[in-house]
């Protein structure tokens, strides 16, 4: 279970990682007013909000190659580790998009038009003055966004991942003791997600004292 509780500790940070890269991107085209970026920032983040992750599992590891394999009229798969980083960073990206916009948004628009008053382009602006901030905001939801994905890779296990419910389950098949390893691989992932709780409320607060401190 140990091996197993890491293995989900490594892809959910994998796919935050990913997902905030991809979130930002998309939160800020979702921002834009420009239809060439908007547009299909928006469609992105309506279908993966919009569809349940495990079906997403399923298109990515199952559906994309088999229709790649039959256009091609050649054998095409993925290695289950990278469809389980892939689209658990696609689906994080989705959600991370709508946190970052949010907290962009929540920023007073005054401050951008400070920002370029100053001789500041669009772009100074938002690095330097409204990402900064909007980030102290954001960072209680994206600490939510971690465990939320941490848990949901649990899901990881339809296409045999070994993460921490993959490994119970083969545990299960060689004992039979199904009870004590499903309480088990339960209380792993409350550790987990307490502990990631406790520390996203540690740098919440050191946070909020650099702001007290400015």
Known sequence: MLEGAVLTVEITSLSVFFGIIIGLFMGLGKLSKNLFF?????????????????VQILLFYYGIPGLISTI?????KVEAMVAAVVV??????AYVAEIFRAGIQSIERGQMEAARSLG???YQAMRYIILPQAFKR???PLGNEFIVLLKDTSLL???GVQELTR??????AVTFASFPTYIGVALVYLVMTLTISRLVD???????VSDRRD
């Open 88 to 93: 658990c960073s696609i689906n994080s990206g």
């Open 157 to 159: 296990a339809v296409i």
């Open 72 to 76: 091609t009229e050649s054998s095409f």
């Open 138 to 140: 954001i960072v209680p």
């Open 38 to 54: 908007k547009v299909p920032a928006t469609i992105y983040v309506d279908f993966i909000r919009g569809t349940p992750l495990f």
């Open 167 to 172: 490994k119970g389950q083969l545990y299960v």
């Open 120 to 122: 500041m382009t669009s």
């Open 202 to 208: 540690w740098t919440e607060r050191r946070l909020g």
